[in-house]
Structures are given as C-alpha cells and as structure tokens.
C-alpha cells in the first residue's frame, strides 16, 4: 500500500480520516472491513482490536469522552454492525463523537446473508448515516461524516463492498476541512435577563452539564461574582472539584444534605444540561425553583420539563458575558462579589456534608458477605487519588459512582445514557487508553461483568492496570428489590454463586475474593507490585436496595 498513486477506495478513506485527526481505532476486523483498519493504522492511528463489536463500541465512546475527540470503532457488515448497536445507542444518548465505519452490502445484492438496511438500523437509534456513494465520490462523503462526528454525533459510514474496491487515484494528501464552527454568545438582552436575575437572587446555584465541559474557568467566575454555589450533572461529575463552593452532583446521586441545599436554591441556572429525570430527581430538586437553561442548541430548552427562561449561546463566552455585566455596576453591585448563597452556614454544610463516604449509616452484617458501602470507602481511602473511575448500571452503581472519588471531569466516565447494563468494564477500557497516566477503576455488578467480561481478554493484551470491582450478589439485584415485594418468584433473576475471582485468573488477571475488609491484603499487594495486568475483585456483597433503586423505575414526569 502506497502513500500516494492507485489504490482501493477503502485504503484512501482510512488514510483521509487518519490525516483529519482520527488516532485510535477499536474494532473487530472481517472481510468488510479489514482493508479500511489497515489502512488507518497505516496512516498513524492505532488499533485495538476487541473481542466483540459491543466491546470494540464501547471502548470507542469511553475513549471519546476523555479524549475529547473523534475515535472510530471498524466492524463488518451486517452482524458486525447489529453486534455493535447497543454500544451505538449509548454513544448517542452521550452525544459522543465516534464514527461507526462498517463494511455494507451493495443493495444490488439483498440476498446476501449480510444484507440489511445498515443506514435505517443506525437512524432507529438515533444516529447519522452517511455511506461511501461512489468511488469519485468517497472521500467527500467521508469528510462529511467526520464532520458531523467533530460536532457531537455519532455517526455510521457504511463501505459498500463495491465502492470499496474500486480504484482511487490518491494524491497523498486528503481534502482540506473547514474549521469548527465558532461558538456564539448569548444576545445582549439574554445576558442583561440572566445577570439581572442573578444580581436578584438570594441563593444561586450554577449547574454545568456535559455541554460546559469547556467552560470551567468561566463558570466559577460567574459563580464567584454572583455568590453562586456550584453544581454538575452525573456527566460533567468533577469539574467544579477545585473550588470550594462545589456541592458535587446534582440529581438522583445527590446525598441529602447536598439535596437539601439545591432545593433551597431560589434561582438555578444549567449551563449544557437537559434537565431530565435523574438530574432533576424527576422534578423534586426544582418544582419550586426558578430555573434558567443555557445551551448552544435550541432544542434542548424544555425538552425534559418546562424551564422558566432559556438562553441561546456558548457556556463559557455566556458566562463571562453575564459576569461583566455584573462587574459593570449597572445593576447595583458596583463590581463587588456577592454573598449570595456562599454564608458560613452553607460552608458548615458543605464541609460535613459533600462527600457520600462521610454520611453515617448503619453497616449491614453478614459472615459471607461484605456491605458495598463499607467496600467502597476502603477502596476510596486505599486506590490512588489519580484515577478515572467507571460505574456501570445497577442498584449497585452508587458505590462506584459516588462513593469513589474522582479527581476531575477527566477522571470520571459513566457509560448510563442507555440504561445498560454491562457497558463499564469496555467503557473503562477505552478511558484508560485515553488516560494512561490515571489508575482505571471500573465498579459492575455481577450480571453486567458476565455479559462483558470477554474483554478482560482486550485489557490484559494491553496491559491495563486496571482495578475492576465486581459488586456480587449473585442476583440482578434492581430487579429483586423491585419485584420482591409482588410476590412472584425470583429465581429468572437468582443466580448460583459464581467464582468471578478463578474466572478472571483464567484470563490472565490477578483475581481475589473478598468477603470482608480483612481480604483486601489481595488488592493492597497488587498495587505495591508491577501492576503489569488487571485486578478482579470478586466483592461478595449483602443485597438490599440502594439509593439509585429508589430512582431506577419511576416514570418520566407528566
């Protein structure tokens, strides 16, 4: 394969995308679409080859989300696709920017076994199909697709087997593409509207979602100038971490005495948030709240329930708009920094009350089986602080999610946008090649890890020093806590007790067994040591229903 002259379309398309900035690949190679990984490996992207498309997926949109960039996941037309789609439908509920780049069978040839409507199976989950139309064609529907990736969408680009293998005259270098587009400030009566509600507003709290990501230095000055304390949805969890006045997550993982003081907010403006059930805790957090919603996309105002005033602009040029009209003393305030919310009763509160590991509770007593909550602080005290911690769905997802803490924006991944279980252990995957100076820690039940734990094949071929908890229960646990009390029988959803510690061994990991503090010596010893392959905690847990059970199954509001 060349660098410039004749070549197959599938060989320049993985060199375009390669030149327009695409450095990691996950996937599953087949006939459909070998020719295409090889060729942006051979452009300068580096591939990792998964055990199963779902994993490759996953691992793409884990890697994404920290990486802050495009990534590609290859598999092969048809089942390869149809493997991938869940993973697919988490990357769009997380707005990831990935490109699925799939073989597909020229619809001239239905009868094929691989034939589907590969484009139609992509839009059903809500992502953007775009498809090689021509050989002349190709690359310009290629640059297409990684645009519309660039902008936040997960999109398909289907290689039609005919296109692909066609000739290509390749000059060496791939089109030119725009640049991004520029954000936009809000409009000067937008920004008047919000700092004068700001400047009226006894108790503020900013909310910065996954769209403010960008916008962490803007919104704590806002929030400095406005008396503001300081909020992120489960997405952006982390990025207030550096300044006091931080209360961590807001929704369904807020502790209560977090809760409290969102609910006695008179004024909370989101930055990048949808506002939907859980960050709202289907409503109860702002019923009686006014709430003002900053996004850069019309369609997400009120999209989840109605807001009392909306803002079209960029997060952070909206914000320090907003903050210079504050300091411009125009509405009273001279300039000076408001008290606002930021009393010393509410710095009391938030000193005692932050953090998940600090709220009492009673440990549950079992000689076989450890209580989550006592296993996840042990393991917030004894993990290293520079981590990236993933969380699966689950009733257990709170151990993970909030027990732990993280030491950034950049330190936390949640693969929940689906509501699937068994995403976290690839998710991790992924992060962890984003970040290979962070320790990866993934928390999944024992229901997810058995669906996925195929790739703890992928993370020992890497060498990952990954620590993976698995909270055992040997039950689906949400739905044993939903369901218990109906009377109906539970055994679809019990399960004999599986040796997850042995199963990891098999593949090459340290594996322990833990039933009681005492048997974390097994995890201590491994993070003393060369850390050369991952560690399988098999966390013999005592099942009750958690907080995150108290949210799973309620209906959206009305």
């Known amino acids: 394969m060349s ?13 375009a995308l390669a030149q327009w900035g695409v450095d ?3 996937g599953v190679a087949g006939s459909g679409n070998f020719e295409v990984t090889t060729a942006l490996v051979a452009g300068g992207a580096s591939y990792v080859a998964a055990r199963h498309e779902g994993g490759a997926t996953t691992m793409a949109d884990g890697y994404s989300r920290l990486a802050r960039k495009v990534s590609v996941v290859s598999v092969h037309q048809g089942p390869g696709l149809t493997n991938a789609m869940t993973g697919i439908g988490e990357a769009v509920k997380a707005r990831t920017p990935l490109i699925v780049v799939a073989g597909e069978t020229p619809r001239t040839m239905k009868t094929s076994n691989f034939w589907i409507d590969q484009a139609a199976a992509a839009e059903a989950l809500g992502a953007l199909a775009f498809r090689l139309e021509s050989p002349q064609t190709a690359l310009a529907d290629a640059a297409q697709a990684f645009l519309a990736a660039r902008s936040g969408r997960p999109v398909l680009l289907g290689l039609p087997l005919d296109v ?5 005259d390749w000059t060496g270098s791939a089109p030119a593409l725009p640049d991004a587009p520029s954000p936009s400030v809000a409009s000067a009566d937008a920004v008047a509207d919000l700092a004068s509600r700001l400047a009226a507003a006894e108790r503020p ?14 919104l704590i000055r806002l929030a400095a100038a406005s008396g503001a304390l300081l909020a992120t949805t489960a997405m952006a969890r982390g990025l207030f971490n550096d300044d006091p006045w931080n209360l961590d997550v807001m929704g369904g993982f807020a502790n209560a005495a977090m809760a409290e003081l969102i609910q006695a907010a008179d004024l909370i403006v989101a930055f990048g948030a949808s506002l939907n059930r859980w960050t709202t805790r289907n409503g109860e957090l702002v019923e009686n709240t006014t709430v003002v919603q900053v996004d850069t996309d019309a369609a997400a105002f009120s999209r989840h329930r109605r807001v009392t005033s909306t803002v079209l602009g960029d997060a952070g040029l909206t914000a320090d708009a907003v903050a210079a009209e504050l300091a411009s003393g125009t509405l009273g305030s001279a300039g000076t920094p408001r008290e606002g919310f930021r009393t010393q009763q509410t710095a009391r509160a938030l000193a005692s009350g932050r953090l998940w590991r600090d709220q009492p509770f009673e440990p549950r007593v079992s000689e076989s089986r450890i209580d989550p909550r ?6 917030d005290e004894l993990l290293p602080s520079e981590r990236i911690v993933t969380a699966d769905a689950g009733s257990h997802t709170e151990y993970t999610a909030m027990y732990l ?11 929940l946008g689906f509501q699937c279980i068994g995403l976290a252990l690839a998710a991790s995957i992924g992060a962890a090649v984003a970040r290979p100076d962070r320790l990866p820690v993934t928390g999944v039940g024992d229901g997810g890890f058995m669906m996925s734990l195929v790739e703890l094949d992928t993370a020992v071929r890497l060498g990952l020093p990954m620590v993976i908890v698995v ?3 040997s039950a689906y646990g949400a739905e044993v806590h939903h369901f218990g009390h109906t009377g109906l029988p539970l055994d679809v959803v019990e399960f004999p007790e599986t040796d997850i510690a042995a199963i990891a061994r098999g593949f090459g990991c340290d594996g322990i067994t833990v039933r009681s503090l005492d048997d974390l010596s097994g995890l201590r010893q491994w993070l003393e040591g060369d850390r050369t392959a991952p560690i399988v905690i098999d966390a013999k847990t005592i099942s009750f229903p958690s907080w995150v059970d108290a949210h799973a199954f309620v209906g959206e509001p009305k």
Request: glycine residues 10%; contains cysteine; aromatic residues 8%.
């Open 205 to 218: 709290l900013i909310l910065g979602g996954r769209g403010a990501l960008s916008a962490h230095d803007e």
């Open 405 to 415: 803490q993280v030491p950034d924006d950049r330190g936390f991944c949640l693969p």
């Open 164 to 168: 692909q293998a066609a000739e290509f």
């Open 3 to 15: 660098a410039h002259g004749t070549m197959k379309v599938s060989e320049a398309v993985g060199r």
């Open 471 to 473: 909270y055992n229960d």
């Open 374 to 379: 006592t296993l996840a602080v042990a393991l």
């Open 24 to 26: 990691r690949v996950f």
